[in-house]
């Protein structure tokens, strides 16, 4: 399959080039997995054996990322699982980005306060700059602008958890998601991932100002943050929980529409109960 539209990303280093030795397979690249390292450098990925197609390393004095890259854009990298017999992976049009840093709690707690990146709590700049790649990936290649799956946090991402899709689905599936979703694979990063943020940045988010909660999320970000429920278990009191037993932010507002809209009717019947107890209690009276 011929490759199309710009190969290498703007600003980004190939001192790491591992194309050379892996020629990988020419494809049309759609998806885009998300991963962490779990480290705080780039890593050797055993000399481009399990590399993916690009790295992007905190600076922090700058506060920006500052990009590796493996392999040509629409050419596949090495940094999944796949399995004999089962669907493609790292071939099966997808473009892997690694970013330096960790989605594991217990590690963000043990580096304390070495600099790096936490996914749950990215700053604004990485945000940012991940937004930016993803742009580019949709302006010059078609990468959607879109998720559709929910970014489930580490460790409970790990494994055959409820989010990694079975096969037809990844089959078919483009746009953004992390490895934790991609079949015949266990790992769980990049954990809790603020996918919405970053694609809501990419589709042209300004940040207009920093919220009171955290000073690295603007109001958008809470915004998208809030109300990021998509695939979510329907809670106890869901009406129509056996109906629709994932629910999205839409349901919660249906949901309280639909009990807002029926309280007329049940004022209405109230007035009319108490209306004819009012009339039983005077009929009452006259005939003591």
């Known amino acids: 399959m011929a490759k199309s539209g710009p190969q290498r990303y703007p600003g980004a280093s190939t001192a790491y ?3 050379s030795r892996y020629g990988g397979s020419a494809m049309e690249s759609n998806v885009v997995v998300w991963h962490t390292t779990e480290g705080t450098s780039v890593p050797s990925y055993g000399g481009g054996a399990s590399a993916p197609n690009f790295t992007a390393k905190p600076d922090f004095a700058a506060k920006r990322l500052v990009w590796y890259q493996h392999f040509d854009f629409d050419v596949s990298s090495r940094a999944l699982v796949n399995k004999a017999g089962g669907v493609e992976t790292n ?4 473009v892997q980005v690694e970013i330096v840093g960790t989605c594991d709690p217990a590690t963000h707690k043990k ?36 998720s559709g799956v929910t970014f489930k946090a580490y460790p409970s991402s790990y494994g055959a958890s409820s989010v990694r899709m079975p096969g037809a689905k990844w089959s078919s599936f483009r746009g ?21 943020a970053i694609l809501a940045r990419a ?5 207009t100002s920093p919220s009171k909660e955290d000073p690295d999320m603007d109001k958008g970000d809470v915004f998208n943050a809030t109300w990021d429920t998509d695939g979510l278990p329907a809670p106890e009191f869901a009406p129509d929980v056996k109906k629709n037993p994932k629910w999205t ?24 109960d108490v209306a004819a107890l009012r009339a039983d209690v005077a009929a009452l009276k006259k005939e003591s």
């Open 91 to 94: 071939t099966l049009n997808v």
């Open 17 to 19: 080039w591992h194309q």
């Open 203 to 207: 589709k042209g988010y300004t940040p």
């Open 111 to 146: 580096w304390g306060k070495t600099p790096h990146l936490y996914t749950p709590d990215l700053p604004d700049w990485a945000v940012r700059d991940l937004a930016a790649f993803a742009k580019w990936a949709h302006d010059h290649h078609g990468v959607p602008l879109t």
């Open 176 to 196: 953004h998601c992390g490895h934790q979703h991609v079949p015949e694979n266990d790992h769980g990063d990049p954990g809790l991932l603020p996918m919405a």
């Open 249 to 272: 932010a839409s349901s919660y507002i249906r949901s309280i529409y639909n009990a807002v809209a029926g309280l007329p009717a049940a004022l209405s019947d109230l007035r009319k």
